[in-house]
DNA sequence: GCCAACGTTGGC
DNA sequence: GCCAACGTTGGC
């Protein structure tokens, strides 16, 4: 069992749309980074732990918790002329873009990114080091104990 | 809107 | 393969 940190923009899909689709899951579209990719090629596994950050918006933090919901397929919007994460040089035969099912678990209240930051127990956190762009990152054990079991506390 | 940091592209 | 130019991310 892994544990993950996996950004969305509450725009396009908050935890409170997560919460109300579907079997609460969500299909991840958009990762167009082969970092963040290949971690959901190689190394997700369903039933994984995932903290549900919103980024880029009023304040950005943790707002829920989640789980790997499936095993990664090819991301239907890179097909789709229409869609912002259109590739065209991605083709059915020779997919680039994979995305993975995530189901949401529980919303938490907002921690809020400095106060992560503020916690020598995540100063290791791959999300908090300088200059991380990756919309997904790994969590260690003792950071998603930390997070869920402390900070989560007080929904 | 600014800008630091990083990833990708493409000419050579 | 190098690397400059460009585009994107994302906090502030």
């Known amino acids: 069992m892994r544990y993950w940190l996996m950004k969305s923009e509450p725009d396009e899909a908050s ?13 991840w579209t958009g990762v167009r ?10 190394d997700m596994r369903i039933g994984d732990g995932v903290l549900f950050y919103h980024s880029s ?7 829920g918790i989640a789980e790997v919901a499936s095993g990664c397929y090819p991301d239907p919007t890179q097909f789709d002329p229409a869609s912002p994460y259109h590739d065209p040089k991605s ?5 680039r873009w994979l995305l ?15 106060e992560l930051r ?8 791959q999300m908090l080091r300088r200059g991380n762009r990756l919309s997904i990152t790994t969590v260690s054990a003792d950071e998603w104990e930390f997070i869920v079991g ?3 506390q007080g929904a």
């Open 15 to 27: 935890i409170d749309h997560a919460l109300a689709a579907p079997d609460r899951t969500l299909p």
């Open 33 to 42: 980074n082969y970092q963040a990719r290949n971690f959901m090629r190689d």
């Open 57 to 63: 918006c009023a304040e950005p933090g943790i707002a």
């Open 91 to 95: 083709t059915r035969e020779q997919p």
């Open 100 to 114: 993975v099912d995530v189901r949401a678990l529980q919303k938490t209240r907002l921690i809020p990114l400095p």
């Open 118 to 125: 503020s916690h020598p127990a995540l100063a290791g956190m």
């Open 150 to 152: 402390r900070l989560a």
